[in-house]
C-alpha cells in the first residue's frame, strides 16, 4: 500500500471515490453475489462427487463465511469455511479440503491460461510488469533469505520431533487417515461425473469477476470510457496478487494495479482509484454478505434445533 499511495494526492483519490456512480457500485455488489452463489453451486458439485450431498444453503454460508475470514488473514478462511460446513451439515473436513484444493487447482489453470494469454497479446506493455514484480519479489528474498532458511528449518525439525512424540499414539492414526481420505478426494475431484457442468460453472465465474471489474471502472469518472477489454486485463494480471496470500489482496492487489495502468499510459489517479475502490467494495460487501450468513445461519440452526 505504502509503494502505491506513496507522492499521491489521498484528496484527489478520496474524491474519485466519493463521486463514484452509485448505480455500478450497487452492480458490483450484485456480481459479487453472484460470484458467491456460482462458486457455492460448483463447490456442492464437488462434494457430491465425493458422496456427500450438503444443503446449498449450508455451503454458501461456510464459502462466505471463508471468505470474511480470508478478508483479515492470510488464507485462514480456507480452513474456516471447511469446519464451518462441517458444523453446519457435518461434512467430514478431510472431504471438504481436498475438494477446496481441487477448487484452487482450476482457477489457477484458468488463471495461468489467461495470464499466458494476455502476455501474448500484450507482450510489449506488461514485459516492464513482470520485470518490476520479479525484481521486487528477488529483492525480498535475498533480504530476507536467511530468514526464509531458519524458518523452513525449524518446521521441519519441528514436524520431526511432533512426527517422533505422536507416531505410537491415536492421534497420529487419526492423523494418517485425514491425510490418507484427504488425498484420496482431491484424486476423485478430478473424476468429476458432471464435468461439463463443472467446466461451465467455473468459466462463467470467471467471466462475472471480469464483469465485476468493469463495473467498478464504469462506477469512476477517470476510468468510466475503459473498455470490456480492459477489464479482462485487470483480472488476470491482478490475479497474481489475489494469490499471494496477503489478507483480501490489500496491498499486493492495488500495486500490480497501478503498474498496469502505468503500462497501458493511463492516469496515475484512475489507477490508484480504481485499485481502492474495487478491493474496498469487494472487502466491505465481504464483511457484511459474512455476517448476514452467520445470522442466517444461528436463525436457521435454532428453528432446526425447536424442531
Known sequence: MYLTLKDKS???????????????????????????????????????????????????????????????????????????????????????????????????????????????????????????LMTSIRQILEKNMFLFLGTIVVLVLAGLIVF???KHRKVFEKGRRFIQEFWQT?????????????????????????????????????????SFYFAFILLFVVGIGWAIPSPSGIGTTHFIVLQIFLAFNLPETGGVAFGVLSNGLTFIYTIILGGLSLLIYQMATRKRSKV
Open 164 to 166: 517422533r512424540i505422536l
Open 10 to 132: 489521498l484528496n484527489e483519490l478520496f474524491d474519485s471515490i466519493i463521486h463514484a456512480n452509485p448505480f455500478w457500485v450497487g452492480m458490483n455488489c450484485v456480481t459479487l453475489i453472484g460470484v458467491f452463489f456460482l462458486r457455492g453451486y460448483r463447490w456442492r458439485l464437488l462434494l457430491k462427487n465425493t458422496g456427500e450431498n450438503p444443503k446449498l444453503i449450508y455451503v454458501l454460508y461456510s464459502l462466505v463465511m471463508g471468505f470474511f475470514v480470508n478478508s483479515f488473514t492470510p488464507r485462514l478462511g480456507e480452513v474456516a469455511r471447511c469446519t464451518a460446513l462441517k458444523q453446519a451439515d457435518d461434512v467430514p473436513v478431510s472431504k471438504s479440503l481436498g475438494t477446496m484444493v481441487t477448487e484452487r487447482i482450476w482457477d489457477l489453470l484458468i488463471l495461468m491460461i489467461g495470464i499466458v494469454v494476455i502476455f501474448f497479446l500484450e507482450l510489449g506493455r506488461l514485459q516492464p510488469v513482470w520485470d518490476e
Open 186 to 226: 482431491i484424486r476423485l475431484s478430478f473424476k468429476i461425473k458432471r464435468y461439463p457442468r463443472f467446466l461451465f460453472v467455473t468459466l462463467l465465474i470467471w467471466i462475472t469477476l471480469i464483469f465485476m471489474n468493469y463495473f467498478s471502472l464504469l462506477a469512476l469518472r477517470e476510468t468510466s470510457g475503459y
